[in-house]
């Protein structure tokens, strides 16, 4: 009979000094046993999507997030890295979480592999406020064009409501964006697009004018970062 199990611990372990400026500790080891569908999803133990996962804590200066697509890792084992993967706001730390498909139960302590994952970071940010009419031209700001947008038309109706959409720079740099209305700052409600646009969502937008204030990263870097195990 096979036994069902996870494998869950947090280790102490020194930190990996590969680079001047950064270090990085392997701080979690996650194993699941590969469970088959007909068992029921509220008994199975939690966070069982991945057979494996790790979690490397990166400490450093100035960062601003991590490139998930960058993951290189030898071996023979194929990891990917998470999608929630996060950085402080101080801009400190950073949490990379990898995983694999692959049950690994009983081999995660003798596994081994080396290899790298990039880095943005920055130092300075940029502040631009602009006033913007419902519908109305689209405003330069940093690296971006931004503009109030009418919700899109589709062929099953309106896609996403009223909202800033951002166009025509690389979304890494864009640090936060906040918007008012009358003097109010509005609540934001997500956003819908990807890395190259996107339209952010706010509350009780309205269709007149709203203000905009866009902080982007100045001098953003792209650094390489060594992960071991």
């Not at 918007?179 to 996107?198: I, L």
């Not at 203000?211 to 071991?228: A, S």
Request: negative net charge; glycine residues 10%; aromatic residues 8%.
């Amino acid at each position: 009979m096979k036994t069902l199990f996870t494998i869950s611990c947090l280790l102490a372990v020194p930190s990996l000094s590969f680079a001047a400026d950064f270090e990085v500790q392997l701080v979690q080891i996650t194993s699941n046993a590969d469970l088959p569908r007909s068992i029921p999803q509220d008994v199975k133990p939690f966070a069982n999507q991945h057979a494996a996962s790790l979690c490397f804590l990166i400490k450093g200066e100035n960062l601003v997030s991590i490139d998930d697509d960058t993951l290189t890792l030898d071996g023979e084992i194929e990891w990917e890295a998470g999608s929630f993967n996060k950085v402080s706001d101080d801009g400190r730390y950073a949490r990379l979480d990898i995983t694999t498909s692959e049950e690994l139960i009983g081999k995660l302590d003798a596994l081994k592999f080396k290899g790298t994952i990039e880095a943005y970071t920055a130092a300075d940010t940029e502040t631009t406020t602009l006033t913007l009419s419902y519908g109305g031209e689209a405003k330069e700001a940093g690296p971006f064009e931004v503009a109030f947008s009418k919700p899109k038309k589709t062929a099953f109706g309106f896609g996403g409501g009223a909202g800033i959409k951002l166009s025509k720079g690389d979304l890494n740099h864009l640090k936060s964006i906040t918007v008012k209305v009358d003097g109010k700052e509005a609540n934001g409600n997500g956003w819908f697009g990807s890395n190259n646009s996107r339209t952010y969502n706010f509350e009780n937008l309205g269709e007149g004018e709203v203000e905009v204030t866009i902080v982007t990263w100045k001098n953003m870097k792209k650094v390489t970062i060594p992960i071991e195990k």
